[in-house]
């Protein structure tokens, strides 16, 4: 049974006091209700909270993620942040290749691919964002397009590496707009991904790897897109900073 997730990417929004609450609420909502056990919650908060707010998880339903992270140790490298850093700030889950980090910060799959080495180098478990933009969808090459991402930046690892993976599916045009994929749209590229995997570690593998759907998710659509067969959570936007939303959308499972 693959691990279910539902993750928030809370993007650069919420002051440390708000998001405090925001976080705090959260985690006493998933301790105290009934959250399907095999769903983990992972809340992906601002860097300068990490810290402070992995100290307020008071269940092992819930995770810490950083939204971001250098592929060198250590060094000479301002401004940036380092895998070990994080991982000494009690982070679990580390995003990488968010669509918004590929388009403003120019990042390529072959650096998202350092990443991701990095990442599980310390035993960390990377959100490995992947996704097409609607002109590519309009052109018929959405699938190929999505299939090349996980090639390139994933395809390096062997089967007991990609499998410590986590995939997130999230087209361009349903990020932030409102307009969500259809969970037949949403299925059939995770369907597609799958197989991709399956072509290059088999079946089994594939069948071990969690690929989440992001884009406009919210408590209302979570339960159509989430019992879809291949689709095992979401990568949560805008409705991961309501508390309430968002602890429901965990409980869509
Ligand atoms: P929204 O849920 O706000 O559409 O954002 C999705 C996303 O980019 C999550 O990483």
Redesign the pocket.
């Known amino acids: 049974m693959r691990t279910k997730y539902a993750a928030g990417?809370w993007?650069m929004n919420m002051t440390f006091e708000e998001g405090q609450i925001l976080f705090s609420e959260v985690t006493n909502m998933v301790k105290d209700e009934v959250v399907n056990p095999n769903v983990k919650v992972v809340m992906g908060v601002p860097a300068p909270y990490l810290s402070s707010f992995s100290k307020l998880i008071n269940t092992d339903k819930v995770s810490i993620a950083a939204q971001n992270c250098y592929p060198k140790a250590s060094g000479a490298y301002t401004g940036e942040v380092s895998v070990p850093m994080l991982k000494s700030a009690g982070v679990e889950y580390v995003?990488i290749g968010?669509?918004?980090r590929r388009e403003y910060f120019n990042e390529t799959d072959q650096f998202i691919a350092e990443k991701v080495d990095a990442i599980l180098a310390e035993g960390l478990t990377p959100i490995f964002?992947c996704g097409e933009t609607l002109g590519q969808r309009e052109e018929g090459i959405h699938f190929d397009f999505v299939k090349g991402q996980l090639t390139n930046s994933l395809f390096h690892l062997d089967a007991d590496a990609v499998q410590k993976v986590v995939i997130?599916y999230?087209p361009i045009w349903?990020?932030?707009?409102g307009v969500t994929a259809s969970s037949e749209q949403a299925q059939e590229m995770h369907k597609v991904l799958r197989d991709h995997l399956a072509s290059k570690y088999g079946q089994e593998v594939a069948d071990n790897i969690s690929i989440l759907y992001?884009?406009?998710?919210k408590a209302g659509n979570a339960p159509e897109l989430f019992s879809q067969p291949d689709i095992d959570g979401g990568?949560?936007?805008?409705?991961s900073l309501d508390s309430r939303g968002f602890t429901d959308i965990a409980k869509s499972f």
């Open positions: 990417n993007k995003i968010h669509s918004e964002c997130a999230e349903a990020i932030g707009t992001g884009g406009s998710v990568l949560v936007g805008g409705a």
